[in-house]
């Protein structure tokens, strides 16, 4: 049997394109096959025939000039965010924050959403870093919540003033369907309060029927944030208690 899934797993390892991510999943094997398919894998990776990235997941290599040709930054996001087939986490960070077009600044960092964040690591040739999430993700929320991590961070975000990333932030908002601003409404919920605050005040002055009810609700009246956003941008900050 081990000699039998050796053969089958060095052959389609063999007819993979450089690059290309793959799991356990990608044998269809047997669970009874699991340790003589483990055992194929982890000598594939000695030989350099593959590369481990992460637990029970590998890609193919290739040789070029330039070195070892590595997987596209998509390939591992996923392979990142994703354990047997289930989605765990979700790309945050600058590099979101960069394609949302909140920040001129490129990072070669992979910061990784997650409820049981690991330590950070290196990979290939990005830097890992983890942060804590304690709800479950699903991949139609990813979006939202990157816009949520964008509020939350708003005052740490690089090259940029909380004005210019709030100005960005509210055009996004209110460009999204109905329901999916009451699904943001919800997912907020599980965020700090700054964050609540700083989203019930953008959808009060800017989104017509904006359902921030649930937000106001949920904060301390006597508590205040300070986010550093102007007047000019947020007339109503005073309303939400930010400074």
Known sequence: MASSTAHIVRKRVEKMQPGEVFAYSSFNLNKSEDLSLAKSLSRLAKNGAIVRLARGKYYKPKNTSFGKLRPSES??????????NERVGYLTGTSVYNRLGLTSQVSNTLVIATSKPPPPKSLEGYKV????????????????????????????????SPDEVLKILISKIKGLP??????????????????????????????????????????????????????????????????
């Open 75 to 84: 390939a591992l996001i996923e392979a990142l965010t994703k354990r047997n």
């Open 129 to 160: 870093k983890y942060v804590k999430r304690e709800f479950d993700i699903r991949d139609q929320d990813i979006p939202l919540l990157q816009l949520l991590d964008a509020i939350r961070d708003i005052k740490s975000i690089p090259d940029s």
């Open 178 to 243: 109905i329901e999916s601003r009451k699904r943001l409404v919800k997912l907020a919920l599980n965020y700090n309060a700054a964050t609540r605050s700083l989203l019930g005040a953008m959808m009060q002055q800017y989104v017509s029927h904006a359902p921030v009810n649930k937000l106001a609700d949920s904060l301390n009246k006597l508590s205040s944030y300070e986010i550093g956003v102007s007047e000019n941008i947020l007339p109503n900050k005073s309303d939400w208690n930010i400074k």
